[in-house]
């Protein structure tokens, strides 16, 4: 058991940056290029895109280093190290099966000195956390739009109803007691009480994720509106509303690299506030290029980050320091 758990951390880098370059090939080979037409684009809409597409990626690594924190690990020093190792593996969302991201940030970061349980745990309340959230942004967002409720009755009841079971998920004696289940199981011990999160960890996690919520459906609206001039400010919860659901979905749709298949639905609902069913198609089509040009350059700018502080810290020590 032993050496397979060193033969396994011996390859796991190597086997992850080469799933990740195939992964990457084929996300960018479904995407439909004869589709993507830049020319009639308004790029103030973009830029401002760009903008809160980079604030939520540092929220989200702002998050997990919070919640890291919250259950015991001192990382004080290491944020600008986390910063990149959350940066590359949420890269891994292109690789089909949904959780070598997960596994990569718990892979990267213990190798920096963080307890793999508490990775564990806490990448796994990330990720719950932020479906829930994702999914109370929707219902709050879309439960008396009038387009939705022509749908069908049951969407919004059933919203309500997956929120509600995600929230009684998390209530710490439910959760806690699941955690400790799967890892007394893997590990035959069990998860020290530090490293298990409280309500008020929870609650403080919801709240952050209900951030990135907001973030992320403003960007589909900015993309929409720098394709749709006529697209109007009053369709801007319906669209954050519609993101935030089909985010959920593509991320429970976990053999789908980054929700490809899953999101392209999204496109039939925008057609609802858009000139037309095209400028819908065009505008999933630009979110899917949009967002792996947005996580290439969220690993660009904090691994640049890293760099610099780690010359800012050589350069401000002492030989006597060292």
Known sequence: MANLKTLASRFFAPVFYLALVVGAFFY??????????????NWSWVGLAVILALVQRYWYSFIWMFLLQRLGAQIGHLRFELAAVYAKSWLGRYIPGGVTWILGKIYFANKLGVSATK???SSFLEGVLQIISILISAVILLAF??????????????????????????????????????????????????????????LRGLVAFSVTSVLSGMQVFCIAAAIDPHLSLVNVFFVIGISNFFSAASMLAVFAPAGLGVQELMAVFLAFVMVSPAAAALTVVLLRLFSIILDVLFLGSAMGARAMFSRAKNFGETPESR
């Open 28 to 41: 960018l080979r479904n995407i439909k290029w004869n589709e993507v037409h830049l020319d009639q684009l």
């Open 145 to 202: 739009d009038p387009k939705i409720q022509a749908i069908g009755w049951w969407v919004i009841p059933a919203l309500i109803l997956a929120a509600l079971i995600g929230l009684v998920s998390v209530y710490p004696p439910i959760f806690n007691r699941v955690l400790q289940f799967g890892y007394r199981k893997m590990r035959k011990t069990d998860i020290d009480s530090e490293s298990l999160p409280n309500l008020a960890t929870i």
């Open 119 to 121: 990775l564990g745990v």
